[in-house]
């Protein structure tokens, strides 16, 4: 059954080297429908990283659950859920459609598949006559439509992205929005999409949930009018403006 995340009841606490403890999450829950997108925003130290390692399974949570589709993915790692982060880290010694193929090659995707798969994808983020160069070779902004590449050619169930355009000018960082809204268009991703700008939040997601400082735990939800087709529209319109400053004066308490 595709349930999608289901973060439930999280509690993290940690325990530093000089013997004092900082909760970082506390009772958090909150969902991601399968096929959408939800925005996670809060001040900085609120617990995003903390809440995207404990999904990706890298650590485990204090307390809580959290399931994909129904299933506890709590310390399991797995290429069910991909992440994409503010620095495209890609492998510079590996061309651009090899470093889309990667994940594929190790999953035993036999060679014509995989190659037909990387360039399937590469022309969805653009990127079509880039296959031969090097990472180096590229733009910043078009690195990161590498990587967007890389984790989508997986088919994931959900998608994290971490900040993903914060290293990205003005304009190009509206650019990566718009085709995180294509994409999904025409793949219907699930995706948990972390950033601190509140204008962001709005461009990519069905609903954009605010979190508190430390600990952190969900303040509000607020669904995005509309839909994904007519959110080009949407962010010419007053409602727009009236949606961010109703998140600003939730995420700062005015
Ligand atoms: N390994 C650790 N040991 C102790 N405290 C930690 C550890 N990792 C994170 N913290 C603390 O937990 C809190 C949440 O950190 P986290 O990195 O998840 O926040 P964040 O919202 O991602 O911050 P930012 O937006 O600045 O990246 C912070 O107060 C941080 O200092």
């Not at 025409?186 to 999409?193: D, S």
Request: aromatic share 6%; proline share 5%.
């Amino acid at each position: 059954m595709n349930q999608g995340l289901v973060i439930d009841n999280l509690c993290h606490r940690f325990h530093t080297e000089n013997g004092q403890t900082v909760d970082a999450l506390n009772h958090l829950s909150l969902e991601v429908p399968a096929g959408q997108i939800v925005s996670v925003i809060g001040a900085s130290g609120c617990g995003k990283s903390t809440l995207l390692s404990l999904i990706a399974g890298f650590d485990r949570p204090t307390q809580g659950e959290i399931t994909l589709d129904g299933v506890s993915v709590v310390g399991k790692p797995s290429p069910d859920r991909c992440l994409v982060f503010q620095s495209p880290a890609l492998f510079e010694w590996l061309t651009v459609l090899q470093n889309v193929a990667y994940g594929l090659k190790r999953q035993g995707i036999p060679r014509q598949d995989r190659r037909a798969q990387a360039m399937d994808m590469l022309a969805r983020v653009g990127l079509s006559g880039f296959e031969k160069q090097y990472p180096h070779e590229l733009s910043g902004g078009m690195q990161q439509r590498v990587a967007l590449a890389r984790a989508l050619v997986m088919r994931p169930r959900v998608l994290f992205m971490d900040e993903p355009f914060a290293a990205l000018d003005a304009q190009l960082r509206q650019q990566m929005q718009q085709l995180v809204r294509s994409l999904w268009r025409e793949l219907g991703q699930t995706i948990l999409f972390v950033t601190h700008d509140i204008r962001e939040a709005v461009a990519v997601a069905h609903r954009v949930v605010v979190l508190t400082p430390r600990p952190g735990t969900v303040k509000a939800v607020f669904p995005v009018p509309g839909s994904m087709e007519n959110r080009e529209a949407f962010l010419h319109t007053d409602a727009y403006e009236t949606l961010c400053a109703q998140i600003g004066d939730t995420l700062f308490d005015r």
